[in-house]
T-cell receptor, first 116, second 117 residues
């Protein structure tokens, strides 16, 4: 049983650099979500896709952030010109979709980003 | 405004004690879904349960039980006879079923449960 896979597990970079994270969802799941979690907080929603369509973006997703899911399978999250405040755990989740948003989301292990 | 409130930041119990984690939610939707997730020290979020707003029946799964009360907008989680392996951060989450927020989860800030041997 392959769950949600995220790469890399850790990323350390200097302020101002660009970073890209990858998420491979559970294969039959057509919905894919990105969340950000900082220390001592619950995950905060960033964006989600139904198949290849990006259906919602949070106000947290500034224009330095971009997410894609080009073929409706894996997704990438890119952060340009990273800032100290971008340091966080970036979580990807997937679920079955369609109808109402009630299906459980299954999470990957996350990518921990540290900005020096 | 916070849609999900977990007022207990940290709870410590001794093994075999029962413990209840509180969750209060806020929504204007009549159809919504509530979830509990566990985040052990390794970091991955593990799905525990989903409840829809039309089903107020309490649920028991082994040592875990959930009490959903719409009248008080609460969805509390009880672990019976706690074990050291239950030590984790537990998150309550809400998903609304309408409009532009369809699909996203609103998480509480989590409750850190520590079970001592």
């Amino acid at each position: 049983d392959t769950g949600v896979s995220q790469n890399p597990r850790h990323k350390i970079t200097k302020r101002g650099q660009n970073v890209t994270f990858r998420c491979d969802p559970i294969s039959e799941h057509n919905r894919l979500y990105w969340y950000r979690q900082t220390l001592g907080q619950g995950p905060e929603f960033l964006t989600y896709f139904q198949n290849e369509a990006q259906l919602e973006k949070s106000r947290l997703l500034s224009d330095r952030f971009s997410a894609e899911r080009p073929k409706g399978s894996f997704s990438t999250l890119e952060i340009q010109r990273t800032e100290q405040g971008d340091s966080a755990m970036y979580l990807c989740a997937s679920s079955l979709g369609g109808g109402q948003g009630n299906q459980p989301q299954h999470f990957g292990d996350g990518t921990r980003l540290s900005i020096l | 405004a916070q849609k999900v409130t977990q007022a207990q930041t940290e709870i410590s119990v001794v093994e075999k004690e029962d413990v209840t984690l509180d969750c209060v939610y806020e929504t204007r939707d009549t159809t919504y879904y509530l979830f509990w997730y566990k985040q052990p020290p390794s970091g991955e979020l593990v799905f525990l349960i989903r409840r829809n707003s039309f089903d107020e029946q309490n649920e028991i799964s082994g040592r875990y039980s959930w009490n959903f009360q719409k009248s008080t907008s609460s969805f509390n989680f009880t672990i019976t006879a706690s074990q050291v392996v239950d030590s984790a951060v537990y998150f309550c989450a809400l998903s609304e079923a309408a409009g532009s927020t369809l699909g996203r989860l609103y998480f509480g800030r989590g409750t850190q449960l520590t079970v001592w041997p």
